[in-house]
């Protein structure tokens, strides 16, 4: 169940409920009894921090990289090696 965060709009008193998602959010203050009481926008209880968290955590299998070495498809300057981007290319 998530927490919700209330805070009053006459009095300023603020409360954190946990509530089921289904729940009526509430409306009544419970310091002053005025009919200001309403839900505030904050920050997720969670982060997702790094680049890729996706692809190392749920993916099954190696670890290999899906990018192709431009050295595989050098042909020592060649029209592979062209295509692949290689530096061997450009001394031709």
Same mark, same amino acid.
């Given at each position: $169940?998530?927490?919700?965060?209330?805070?009053? =709009?006459?009095?300023?008193? %603020?409360?954190? *409920?946990?509530?089921? $998602?289904?729940?009526?959010?509430? #409306?009544?203050?419970?310091?002053?009894? &005025? %009919? !200001?009481?309403?839900?505030?926008? #904050?920050?997720?209880?969670?982060?997702?921090?790094?680049? =890729?968290?996706? &692809? #190392?955590?749920?993916?099954?299998?190696?670890?290999?990289?899906? #990018?192709?070495?431009?050295? &595989? %498809?050098?042909? &020592?300057?060649?029209?592979?090696? %062209?295509? !692949?981007?290689?530096?061997?290319?450009?001394? *031709?």
């Amino acid at each position: $169940m998530p927490i919700y965060a209330y805070k009053c =709009g006459t009095c300023g008193h %603020a409360k954190d *409920v946990l509530q089921k $998602m289904s729940d009526a959010p509430l #409306t009544d203050c419970p310091a002053c009894g &005025a %009919a !200001a009481f309403s839900k505030q926008l #904050t920050a997720p209880g969670f982060q997702l921090k790094g680049s =890729g968290w996706y &692809a #190392t955590d749920f993916k099954g299998g190696s670890s290999s990289s899906s #990018t192709p070495a431009p050295a &595989a %498809a050098c042909d &020592a300057g060649g029209s592979a090696c %062209a295509a !692949a981007g290689c530096a061997a290319a450009s001394e *031709v």
